[in-house]
């Protein structure tokens, strides 16, 4: 019985797995489409390209994680799991001035500062289950704080820089349309795969997976604008 749930888990995560890497090719065919009525050269077009799919995968998943960090806390026995959220709010506000300050000094490219963000997030959803006191996760809300700071305040700036300002306009609109077809479809596929699975945990597995994902777009356009 209990190596015909483990099958039926696995089945359930590489199905899920399969449809994001479905999802994942329409949305670059329609990029595509799209990224053409931009008129833009080719090497732009794959870096617009880039970013639109990295924000596509940041909001499939960027709900998620406030969704299930106070389920999780709760299951703890976590009493006051509301100030992980809280915590995440307050140092969030602070830290875009900070990486406004960092764009307009030019320390790094808002596009790299992106990357780090994400790759920020990507590590502490992947370990966030296991982190399993009040201290722990506070310290986790702090540093999530940062990250969600930054993928928040830093495309304006990086679309900027990517397309110019005559066309930051349309970037911005196709990037948002993205966005919400990630909004629409990666809450919904989570809570599928937690209930099918009967755990939370996979649900920070999901979202680590496409916060990976989006770092890795995010990475790509940067290499492609240094070359």
């Known amino acids: 019985m209990e190596n015909n749930n483990v099958h039926n888990g696995c089945s359930y995560f590489f199905i899920t797995m ?24 080719k ?17 499939f998943a960027y709900f998620i994680p406030f969704i299930y960090i106070p389920i999780r806390a709760n299951d703890l026995g976590i009493e006051n799991y509301s100030w992980i959220i809280g915590i995440i709010g307050m140092a969030n506000i602070p830290i875009r001035v900070l990486f406004g300050f960092l764009c307009d000094r030019k320390f790094l490219r808002a596009i790299h500062m992106n990357s780090f963000c994400l790759l920020i997030a990507t590590v502490l959803l992947f370990s966030y289950y296991y982190l399993n006191n009040f201290t722990l996760q506070i310290i986790f809300g702090i540093l999530f704080a940062i990250s969600m700071a930054g993928i928040n305040s830093l495309p304006t700036k990086y679309l900027v820089d990517q397309v110019g300002s005559e ?8 990037t948002n349309l993205f966005r919400g077809f ?13 209930e099918k699975l009967e755990s939370n945990f996979y649900a920070f597995v999901f979202s680590g997976f496409s916060f990976l994902i989006a770092f ?3 990475l790509l356009s940067g290499l492609l604008r240094k070359n």
């Open 43 to 59: 090497k732009r077009e794959s870096q617009t390209s880039c970013i639109v799919m990295s924000n596509f995968f940041i909001f």
């Open 18 to 41: 399969y449809i994001m890497g479905a999802v994942t090719f329409l949305c670059v065919l329609f990029a595509v489409f799209k990224m053409a009525n931009l008129k833009l050269e």
């Open 167 to 174: 066309k930051f306009r349309n970037a911005n609109g196709i």
């Open 216 to 218: 890795i777009f995010s």
């Open 182 to 194: 990630g909004v629409s479809f990666g809450p919904f596929l989570a809570g599928i795969l937690c």
